[in-house]
């Protein structure tokens, strides 16, 4: 799944939370397919939305994990979010979700960031990007990215500081 903020100010994860007024923002999550979905710890998620009825969006949220190596080779996940991407506001990803981002295009010429333990296989995956190591969050642009949920706290700050308005490069 992955978490959007819409334009009815609709927010990612608690990326945001504490960062804006809580009734400026709603926590939605979107999904492929209706139901759970299972993470690889064997949480569950229930998405409010699939990529057919999700609403307009001003932020998405890559989230990480497990699941990035094997769903950046699911072309309807990267095909909605190349499209739904290309009209936010905002770009973003947590830990690995770095990798979906690059799948959809987003990060050729761009500086972002990804867990420690991934930098490596995600320098070989993405040439045409510039991961940087050792550091909390990237912001490029309308793209952010963020190392890790921990550094989450760090980043939602840099969003929710600009009003969720137009980014600056």
């Not at 978490?3 to 999904?31: F, K, M, W, Y």
């Not at 993470?39 to 932020?59: E, I, Q, S």
């Not at 490029?140 to 929710?160: Q, Y």
């Amino acid at each position: 799944g992955l978490a959007a903020v819409s334009e009815h100010r609709r927010a990612t994860v608690s990326a945001l939370e504490g960062a804006v007024p809580a009734d400026a923002v709603d926590v939605v999550t979107i999904a492929e397919r209706p139901g759970p979905v299972r993470c690889a710890k064997g949480m569950r998620v229930l998405p409010d939305h699939t990529f057919a009825d999700a609403p307009a969006l001003d932020v998405v949220l890559a989230p990480g994990g497990q699941g990035t190596r094997k769903e950046v080779e699911n072309p309807v996940l990267i095909d909605w979010l190349r499209s739904v991407g290309a009209r936010c506001r905002w770009v973003t990803s947590v830990c690995t979700g770095s990798l979906l981002l690059h799948g959809a295009g987003f990060t050729s010429g761009r500086r972002i960031t990804t867990h420690w333990g991934f930098v490596k296989e995600l320098r070989e995956r993405a040439p045409d990007t510039t991961v940087l190591e050792r550091v909390r969050y990237v912001r490029d642009g309308n793209l952010l990215t963020a190392a890790g949920v921990s550094a989450v706290s760090a980043a939602g700050p840099s969003v929710a500081d600009r009003g969720l308005g137009a980014a600056r490069r």
